[in-house]
């Protein structure tokens, strides 16, 4: 079955970058495009970006852009996330998931979803 | 950038029809999908492309569009339906995806 696996938790102080994976299994790695999205405590989801592991082609929301960076590496199915200059309203958890689309009807959905990963921003 | 704006709030009594609407500029052009999401759990999709849903979401949970509104039906709510429920979307203007802040359901 599809599976997408991510690391563990991470605990940082502000000003450092964090590098979150993604190891996908189950499909071909280079069918789908994968989401970031992130969810403060407390608070809604917010969509980060999105990368295509065919090529590594990427878009972030403007919110990040300059800030995060998404990578793939097909040798392993993994993709990574990583967000530096961190502040404490960084700290949320990280989600990735898989895109699906339906291009003819202008339909796009995510799933299945990792577990998702707690990244803590402290001093 | 486009927006998605849902009802923070909704409660619905045991057994009763309630509906969770998500609206926003980028549904005149593309489909939501929308997602449940229980404490301490990822979301899990539950309606995709026009009224569709994955194997093993009850068939009591439904979706419509029309105009810039999207709405999520779940009819006849259970104990375990009380959850928060996202929105998403493709933005019709731009190469990225937004999402509703979501709603709390309170099942009574």
């Known amino acids: 079955q599809v599976q997408l696996v991510q690391s563990g938790a991470e605990v940082k102080k502000p000003g450092a970058a964090v590098k979150v994976s993604c190891k996908t299994s189950?499909?071909?790695?280079?069918?789908?495009?994968i989401h970031w999205v992130r969810q403060a405590p407390g608070q809604g989801l917010e969509w980060m970006g999105i990368?295509?592991?065919?090529?590594?082609?990427?878009g972030y929301a403007q919110k990040f852009q300059g800030r995060v960076t998404m990578t793939r590496d097909t040798s392993t199915s993994t993709v990574y996330m990583e967000l530096s200059r961190l502040t404490s309203e960084d700290t949320a958890v990280y989600y990735c998931?898989?895109?699906?689309?339906?291009?003819?009807?202008?339909?796009?959905?995510?799933?299945?979803w990792g577990q998702g990963t707690l990244v803590t921003v402290s001093s | 950038s486009s927006e998605l704006t849902q009802d923070p709030a909704v409660s619905v009594a045991l057994g009763q029809t309630v509906r969770i609407t998500c609206q926003g500029d980028?549904?005149?052009?593309?489909?939501a999908s929308w997602y449940q999401q229980k404490p301490g759990q990822a979301p899990v999709l539950l309606i995709y492309?026009?009224?569709n849903r994955p194997s093993g979401i009850p068939d009591r949970f439904s979706g419509f569009s029309s105009g810039n509104i999207a709405s999520l039906t779940i009819s006849g709510a259970h104990v375990e339906d009380e959850a928060d429920y996202y929105c998403?979307?493709?933005?019709?203007?731009?190469?990225?995806?937004?999402f509703g802040g979501g709603t709390k359901l309170t099942v009574l």
């Open positions: 998931a898989r895109d699906h689309s339906n291009s003819h009807a202008n339909a796009w959905w995510l799933d299945p």
């Open positions: 189950g499909y071909t790695f280079t069918s789908h495009w």
């Open positions: 990368i295509n592991p065919n090529g590594g082609s990427t």
């Open positions: 980028s549904l005149r052009t593309n489909y």
């Open positions: 492309d026009k009224n």
């Open positions: 998403n979307c493709r933005d019709s203007s731009g190469y990225y995806w937004v």
